[in-house]
Each structure stands twice: as C-alpha cells, then as structure tokens.
C-alpha cells in the first residue's frame, strides 16, 4: 500500500539559506500536517492543510511558510535557515482522523 | 508541569514479557495516539483511541477518559519491540492532528 512519501530524505544547508521539503501524502487523503522534532526533543506540531487550506497553525516560526497544492501534496519553506532549525522533519496525512506518518527529512544546518 | 506525561521513561525487559507503558494528560482531548518511532526516526501510529480499548496482534491499548489516563500493552515481548512509544493527544479545540507529544518511552527487549 502506499504510505507518506517526503523528500528529500536528508538535507544539509547553511545558515542563512533557504530549504524546501516536500511531502506526498496517501492518495485521497485531504489533509497534511507538518511536525518538527529537534535532537533529543519531542515533535512539535507546525502546520496543517485541509482541501488546500491551512486549517491549523502550531509553533511554525514566521520564517517558515507551507501550502497545500491541487495533487495534495505539501510544502514547507524554510527561510534564513538557524542552526536550531536543524531537526527531523515529519508530514502526516489523514482522511478520517487516523494519522498516517511518512519517514521524516532530516535538515541539518551548518 | 507538561500536559502529557509518560511513564517510565525507560524500560528494559526481557524477551516474552508483558509490558505496560503509561500516559497520563491533563488536557482536553479528541483523542489520544500512540506512536511508535525507531532509532531511524520513522513514525508509525500504532493506535488512536477516544474511548475503551483496542487490540492489534501483541498490542492492547487502554483509555479512562473520566481518569485522563492511558496505557499500553505488548504481550510476549520481542526484541524487534525495542523503539520509543510516545503518547500524544489531540486537543479538545484544533485539528486532529494538533498533538501535544509524551517525551516517549524507550523500551529495550533483550533476548
């Protein structure tokens, strides 16, 4: 079966760039939710989309923007990349509830 | 004092033993998750509960919505059990997916 696809896997950046995960969620699922967990730390919810709209913020930093496209999937925008930006990056998507997790991209910023 | 709290925090146990991880909130909630994240970081959503129990093969998973307070089961513990097994809760208000995350169980089964 086809579960939650993010890419790039793993990304090095330095600071002050920009970054641009993607994340592909199980198809007909119509909602996307974006987690960011630091070394050590636990997730912290970010983001979320419904029908391609934001139905839910979280502790997304304002350098950070998402969107939701047409296909479903979404994006998240990392801009003037800290080095506390590093981190593994989940998306989830749902269609009743349940949560399905893709395998996270993991951003390190030098 | 944080809004979902596991217990313990880590727990070694050996092969073919019961084992029972803790979560206890203090917030509103939707419904409760547990997850389960190996040392590669990937997260699989083991169960979501808003009342009773559910069963999955080796997997038992409680909630006691009046005592805010839910606990995981595996039977005949296996060494490919060992991962970290969070607790995270869907707030009252927000979307499903807005969790408040446990900081985990890391759980180590040895043969």
């Known amino acids: 079966a086809a579960g939650v696809i993010q890419s790039p896997r793993h990304l090095i950046k330095e600071k002050r760039e920009t970054a641009t995960l993607k994340c592909y969620p199980i198809p007909r699922h119509d909602t996307v939710y974006w987690y960011q967990q630091g070394p050590g730390q636990d997730p912290q919810f970010l983001i979320s989309?419904?029908?391609?709209?934001?139905?839910d913020k979280g502790s997304i930093p304002d350098r950070f923007s998402a969107q939701q496209f047409s296909d479903y999937h979404s994006e998240l925008n990392m801009s003037s990349l800290e080095l506390g930006d590093s981190a593994l990056y989940f998306c989830?998507?749902?269609?009743?509830?349940?949560?399905?997790f893709g395998e996270g991209s993991r951003l390190t910023v030098l | 004092k944080n809004e979902v709290e596991q217990s313990p925090q880590n727990l070694t146990a050996q092969e073919g033993e019961f084992i029972t991880i803790n979560c206890s909130y203090s917030?509103?909630?939707?419904?409760l998750h547990w997850l389960q994240q190996h040392p590669g970081g990937g997260i699989v959503s083991l169960f979501m509960l808003s009342s009773g129990k559910k069963k999955h093969g080796r997997l038992i998973a409680t909630i006691n919505i009046q005592e805010k307070h839910s606990s995981l089961h595996i039977t005949a513990s296996h060494p490919r059990d060992s991962a970290v097994y969070i607790c995270a809760v869907s707030r009252g208000e927000g979307s499903q997916g807005n969790l408040i995350f446990g900081k985990g169980t890391k759980l180590s089964v040895k043969p």
């Open positions: 917030v509103g909630i939707s419904a």
């Open positions: 989309f419904y029908e391609k709209m934001q139905s």
């Open positions: 989830a998507s749902s269609l009743f509830g349940e949560l399905f």
